[in-house]
């Protein structure tokens, strides 16, 4: 019988009657958190999606699946889509994840442990799938409140009417980094995207004379972390360090309510090296981002 699967939907458990791997479902959220909690340091984008979103949801732009263990553990779990993301302790279910992002017509990018992405993308590449952009990228971290000499007036969660002047900036970001530019693909995707973040008050500014001068979105939110990304510092005001006293003071906000704030750097990005360790923050680990070869019309940011 021959079997028709939708297009961007979950591939069938029965595609994978040989491997122990499935799509998971709501039921299994309590299990999967318990899982990725055993490595927060690691796992922190995905357990945040899913205390934002739940384990299924179109906001995950993507599908999480499980890989169990011969006595039904789970021993990997991976979102698989836009940004594919994996946590796993052992070699056949990150080479399984591999072989689902390779058949995923949405993924767009790969996030993880530098030397956990070597190794899936070892196995993506054995059917001639070669990434379009590589990134190496340093995870830093901030455990501790810093004294701040000179507060940053005026540095605050960002308003519904401060929205026009954060997306084309954080836009010009996505595209420095990628390539691809989401206002020309997915203009209105993007903006609703945008506009959660505000709704979540995850978006931090520091804005003069309309003009916006710092920003700073949560991308995760928990009691054990929270990762910040999109860290922007208006061009004429770089060099003068006011980009680390916003770093310092925002991250000691937040340390008021997690035990840890982290964000990634490209790892060629020396100046933003400089502001984050003035801010007091410590390199932890390095991290590689894989932009995949899809065709462009698929790149939605």
């Not at 384990?55 to 999480?64: A, K």
Request: charged share 25%.
């Amino acid at each position: 019988m021959l079997q028709i699967i939708k297009k961007n939907s979950p591939l069938p458990w029965t595609l994978f009657a040989t491997k122990p791997v499935e799509p998971l479902q709501a039921e299994h959220q309590s299990e999967v958190l318990s899982f990725l909690a055993a490595r927060p340091q690691h796992t922190f984008v995905m357990s945040g999606w899913i205390g934002d979103n739940g384990l299924v949801s179109p906001l995950n732009r993507g599908t999480f699946y499980g890989h169990r263990n011969a006595q039904g553990q789970l021993d990997g779990v991976a979102l698989i889509g836009h940004v594919t993301l994996f946590e796993t302790r052992k070699e056949d279910a990150l080479a399984a994840f591999a072989r689902l992002a390779q058949d995923c017509s949405s993924a767009y990018a790969v996030m993880g442990e530098a030397d956990k992405v070597e190794r899936f993308l070892s196995y993506y590449k054995r059917n001639g799938q070669e990434p379009r952009l590589m990134y190496r990228e340093q995870l830093f971290e901030q455990r501790e409140q810093q004294d701040i000499e000179e507060a940053v007036r005026g540095l605050r969660l960002a308003t519904a009417a401060e929205l026009e002047l954060v997306v084309p900036v954080h836009a010009q970001m996505a595209f420095e980094e990628s390539g691809v530019n989401p206002l020309f693909i997915d203009p209105e995707g993007f903006y609703r995207r945008c506009a959660r973040r505000f709704e979540q008050e995850r978006v931090w500014v520091n804005v003069e004379n309309n003009e916006l001068i710092f920003k700073a979105d949560i991308i995760s939110d928990s009691p054990e972390m929270i990762y910040l990304e999109g860290v922007y510092v208006n061009p004429n005001k770089r060099g003068l360090g006011l980009g680390a006293r916003c770093m310092k003071q925002l991250t000691n906000e937040l340390l008021g309510r997690t035990k840890s704030v982290c964000l990634l750097v490209n790892q060629q990005n020396f100046a933003a090296h400089a502001c984050y360790q003035k801010a007091g923050y410590q390199l932890r680990d390095l991290y590689d981002t894989l932009y995949l070869g899809q065709d462009q019309d698929r790149l939605l940011h």
